[in-house]
């Protein structure tokens, strides 16, 4: 009997080492089929040329520790470690599956192929023109209808501020950390800084911004294709994955915001 009780056992931890291995693996598809790798390395590179052009942190040789803090926090590997442990922890093994499954969906494929192509620095001038001629010939409401719904299905917008207000307030804090302790601000008033750092408008024109993107990547996709393409993520595959990544998202941008405030914190020990 001890003998039956002690294979029981063993059949069932091999079984939870099984599982917990698939998760991992199908967590890592997530994050590369979704072009979620792309976009985390593009933020690392956006995140440090900021901190380079910053007129509080660049080319002065005391900001140095400061700046390595920041980037020891907010950088790729990190966003990727932090991403990857959500999908991991939080997502159910079904639901991975299913995020897996339509990010593998051929269309999917190709319509993230047109979108990961505006991260290539020789479509930059390509996407500037685009949005000058935007003015004067703007997109069929049909067109722009299509494209709202895919980025609220999507919730490419959401992720965009979270990136964008975690990047700025990651400069706020850095710069308030070398203040002489006196004039450092509290976090009520970093909070009232970062809101000023921001047009009133803010999220009208990132919306915008978004906006432009899509209709240049799929400017030369017909309205019914698109149409296809919105339909997937309408589904209730799409809209749990897009949850999924979102959540995803919004948690490791908190902690990067937590681990941020106790890295410059170290630095003025």
């Given at each position: 009997?001890?003998?039956?009780?002690?294979?029981?056992?063993?059949?069932?931890?091999?079984?939870?080492?099984?599982?917990?291995?698939?998760?991992?693996?199908?967590?890592?598809?997530?994050?590369?089929?979704?072009?979620?790798?792309?976009?985390?390395?593009?933020?690392?590179?956006?995140?440090?040329?900021?901190?380079?052009?910053?007129?509080?942190?660049?080319?002065?040789?005391?900001?140095?520790?400061?700046?390595?803090?920041?980037?020891?926090?907010?950088?790729?590997?990190?966003?990727?470690?932090?991403?990857?442990?959500?999908?991991?922890?939080e997502v159910p093994l079904a639901e991975l599956e299913t995020m897996v499954k339509l990010y593998k969906n051929p269309m999917v494929q190709e319509f993230s192929l047109l979108e990961q192509g505006l991260l290539?620095?020789?479509?930059?001038?390509?996407?500037?023109?685009?949005?000058?001629?935007?003015?004067?010939?703007?997109?069929?409401?049909?067109?722009?209808?299509?494209?709202?719904?895919?980025?609220?299905?999507?919730?490419?917008?959401?992720?965009?501020?979270?990136?964008?207000?975690?990047?700025?307030?990651?400069?706020?804090?850095?710069?308030?950390?070398?203040?002489?302790?006196?004039?450092?601000?509290?976090?009520?008033?970093?909070?009232?800084?970062?809101?000023?750092?921001?047009?009133?408008?803010?999220?009208?024109?990132?919306?915008?911004s978004i906006q432009a993107n899509c209709l240049f990547a799929y400017k030369d996709v017909d309205d019914e294709k698109l149409a296809r393409y919105v339909s997937l993520w309408q589904s209730d595959e799409g809209?749990?994955?897009?949850?999924?990544?979102?959540?995803?998202?919004?948690?490791?941008?908190?902690?990067?915001?937590?681990?941020?405030?106790?890295?410059?914190?170290?630095?003025?020990?």
């Amino acid at each position: 009997m001890k003998l039956k009780s002690f294979l029981a056992v063993v059949v069932v931890m091999a079984a939870s080492l099984l599982q917990a291995q698939g998760v991992k693996q199908l967590a890592r598809e997530v994050y590369q089929t979704s072009g979620m790798n792309l976009m985390v390395k593009n933020v690392d590179q956006q995140f440090a040329s900021q901190l380079d052009m910053h007129p509080s942190l660049a080319n002065n040789p005391e900001t140095g520790p400061y700046k390595k803090a920041m980037l020891q926090v907010l950088n790729a590997k990190n966003l990727e470690k932090l991403f990857l442990t959500y999908l991991e922890e939080e997502v159910p093994l079904a639901e991975l599956e299913t995020m897996v499954k339509l990010y593998k969906n051929p269309m999917v494929q190709e319509f993230s192929l047109l979108e990961q192509g505006l991260l290539q620095p020789e479509k930059q001038k390509e996407l500037v023109a685009f949005r000058e001629q935007l003015v004067a010939n703007p997109p069929s409401a049909d067109r722009l209808k299509l494209v709202d719904r895919l980025i609220d299905d999507q919730k490419t917008a959401e992720t965009a501020m979270d990136m964008t207000t975690t990047m700025v307030g990651a400069m706020i804090r850095g710069g308030n950390a070398m203040l002489p302790e006196a004039q450092r601000l509290d976090e009520e008033q970093i909070s009232e800084r970062m809101k000023k750092s921001f047009p009133p408008n803010f999220e009208m024109l990132m919306r915008q911004s978004i906006q432009a993107n899509c209709l240049f990547a799929y400017k030369d996709v017909d309205d019914e294709k698109l149409a296809r393409y919105v339909s997937l993520w309408q589904s209730d595959e799409g809209r749990t994955t897009a949850q999924h990544v979102m959540e995803a998202l919004a948690t490791a941008f908190a902690q990067i915001g937590e681990q941020m405030g106790k890295s410059l914190a170290s630095v003025k020990k």
